[in-house]
């Protein structure tokens, strides 16, 4: 059997990893800037993590829903002290596609409603109603194409205030930062504007923060920023470090409700264990805190360089578009420099690497960077 093969590759395998560093089969190192795609947040094979999860499964793996968990009362517990989000209720799931499709699914129960705003170059996943509400005609099947959502220009208050008042609106779901979208940052003052029009309107707001989130803008969540409190919070990716985890955060005002939500495989045991012990660490090595001081120094010393349009970003969370497309310079960061970095577009650099990154790595990528881009 052949691969389905969906996925323009690199032609290089990585096949192990320590910290911000991942190495190939011939042992080359690779500075990893791109952290799995925003997945590695407290860093590659952190010992805390790998004891935690070697624990757990010499212990327990799996066992179902449908007896106690007390691993997901602890997880929760710890999220929401870390998080500030104390007050709010958590449901676990297995990926961010996932974890927005409960929330939307939540969101329309809620308010007996089925349409949605979301913003243009929004991405919030590949399934159904999350892909209907991703700006990304390419990736919407006729069969998720069911005229749910409403997509506004990111900034737009007007146009918001617009569709809510049709009366028909369930909810509002927006990224705490865009990442697919190429790092576009919604306004504080706009995010503040976007609470009270909902909360006004009794429309459920959903914080998408499965990238933005965790730490990676140098706020726990990215919409900490701007000092609100949406009704609804996403999260996956750098939950659990790479073991497959997405959840949702509920506020209060929702009343849950027996069997309305379910899932075979989500907050199970080694996936709890992993999670909590990604909080341990963030906690314990301030890498919240990391996020924030070491992502301000790389965007300041980004603006520095010859060949860059704009650098966009919050912590570790960087876009940095580039005057011309950026394939080359990306395969030159791989494979003569050896650094992994994201992309956005054709022409915009995604920085989201390990939360762990030091100022070191930050100086050693930077002399990359520029190396790459001079072409030596
Ligand atoms: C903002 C955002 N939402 C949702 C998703 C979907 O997450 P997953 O690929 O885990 O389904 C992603 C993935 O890139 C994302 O960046």
Redesign the pocket.
Known sequence: MKLFDVYPLYDVEIVKGVGCNTYDADGQEYLDLYGG?AVISIGHSHPHYLKALADQASRLVFYSNSVQNSLQHRLAEKLGKVSGYDDYQLFLIN????A?ENALKLASFATGKRRVIAFGKA????TSA?VEATDNPKIVAPINDNGHVTFVPLGDIEAVKAEIAKGDVAAVII?GIQ??GGIRIPDDAFLRELRSVTEEAGVVLIL?E??SGYGRSGRFFAHQWAGIRPDIITV??GIANGFPM?AVLISPKFTPVYGQLGTTFGGNHLACAAAIAVLDVIEEERLVENADEVGAYLLEQLKGIPGIKEVRGRGLMIGIEMEEPVKELRSRLIFDKHVFTGASGTNTIRLLPPLCLTRAQADEFLARFRAAIEGR
């Not at 991405?123 to 590949?126: A, I, K, P, V, Y």
């Open positions: 795609h990926s961010g596609a996932e927005n991405f919030h996943g590949r999350a990224e990442g697919v998408d499965i990238q996956a990716k997405g």
